[in-house]
């Protein structure tokens, strides 16, 4: 039982930190109404910026204080993806508004190509390290219920508990804020959102802030836990299933999918991985999101699309 629930409590920590990836999807569809596919190059873009940052600023200015350089560079990284965002909403969106689905689809496909290597070029390509602090020893916990106690990651514990505040406080923004509304209108309809006033441009430079923001959040937690390399890029290839198993327009779709795919891949891994000769935590999610996709394609909480004719 021990064993069980410790698969289960690393199978959660992994699904908060998909579902923080896959909430950087949800946002930025639920502004315009579009699948970013440049998430995962924002992911990599976001931890090469502090990475280096941290690595820069005491070089800079001369001084050896870690959690000094660690605020500097995330403050100097959420400027960044500002940036990208106004970046992004000039050069690429502002010419596309009212376009097709697939035109923004294929937009965000080049703005991925164009931070991959706008990265190498600015921050270069080697393996970087993030060390913000987060403790890598285990801990023991249950050990007057379960004969041995429970062994648990505190930097997996750490990184779950980041998560699901940004989540909270991302749900409260979109649900309570007169901006999160604003979002929510313009997605529905472009046009009819200017025509009430609100402006589309500062719409779309906020959400791709915000999305760049939990980008980097997400970059900070698998660059502590991995490493800061182009590969970590994929990692954002989990979110896919994500979205589809919570549905694209869901924050808490996102949240529960992500806690799905979490538990549901390190569950099959140990006790499916056996028979099938191991490797099932890396096509697991996939099947599963291919399922939904057969029998409810909208997702858990997605929106169910009804066309009248």
């Known amino acids: 039982m021990g064993f069980f629930l410790e698969t289960v409590?690393?199978?959660?920590?992994?699904?908060?930190?998909?579902?923080?990836?896959?909430?950087?999807?949800?946002?930025?569809?639920?502004?315009?109404?579009?699948?970013?596919?440049?998430?995962?190059?924002?992911?990599?873009?976001?931890?090469?910026?502090?990475?280096?940052?941290?690595?820069?600023?005491?070089?800079?200015?001369?001084?050896?204080?870690?959690?000094?350089?660690?605020?500097?560079?995330?403050?100097?990284?959420?400027?960044?993806?500002?940036?990208?965002?106004?970046?992004?909403?000039?050069?690429?969106?502002?010419?596309?508004?009212?376009?097709?689905?697939?035109?923004?689809?294929?937009a965000t496909l080049g703005i991925s190509y164009f931070l991959d290597g706008a990265g190498q070029l600015l921050f270069g390509s080697a393996t970087y390290k993030i060390d913000v602090g987060m403790p890598k020893d285990p801990m023991m916990v249950l050990e007057n219920t379960f004969q041995g106690g429970l062994l648990l990651s505190k930097e997996d514990l750490y990184a779950a508990m980041i998560a699901a505040m940004l989540v909270a406080l991302l749900t409260l923004f979109f649900q309570k804020t007169r901006t999160g509304r604003a979002l929510r209108a313009v997605a529905d309809d472009h046009q009819a959102a200017q025509s009430i006033g609100i402006p589309l441009a500062r719409i779309w430079v906020i959400v791709w802030s915000v999305g760049g923001i939990v980008a980097l959040v997400a970059g900070i937690i698998w660059g502590s836990k991995l490493g800061v390399q182009f590969s970590i890029s994929l990692v954002a290839l989990k979110a896919f299933p994500v979205v589809i198993l919570g549905g694209l327009t869901s924050v808490p779709g996102a949240i529960l999918g992500g806690l799905i795919i979490g538990v549901g891949e390190k569950l099959s891994e140990i006790y499916l991985g056996p028979f099938v000769g191991g490797g099932i935590e890396n096509w697991f999610a996939y099947v599963l999101a291919l399922g939904f996709l057969l029998i409810r394609p909208q997702g858990l909480f997605g929106d169910k699309i009804i066309d009248r004719v």
């Open 9 to 106: 409590f690393g199978g959660l920590m992994a699904g908060m930190l998909y579902a923080l990836v896959a909430l950087g999807f949800v946002l930025i569809f639920k502004a315009s109404g579009v699948f970013n596919f440049a998430q995962g190059a924002m992911v990599l873009f976001a931890a090469l910026a502090m990475a280096r940052y941290a690595e820069w600023f005491p070089q800079w200015f001369g001084f050896q204080s870690l959690v000094l350089a660690n605020l500097l560079a995330f403050a100097a990284a959420v400027a960044t993806m500002v940036a990208v965002a106004w970046l992004i909403e000039r050069l690429a969106l502002r010419r596309l508004v009212n376009q097709e689905g697939i035109t923004l689809l294929m």
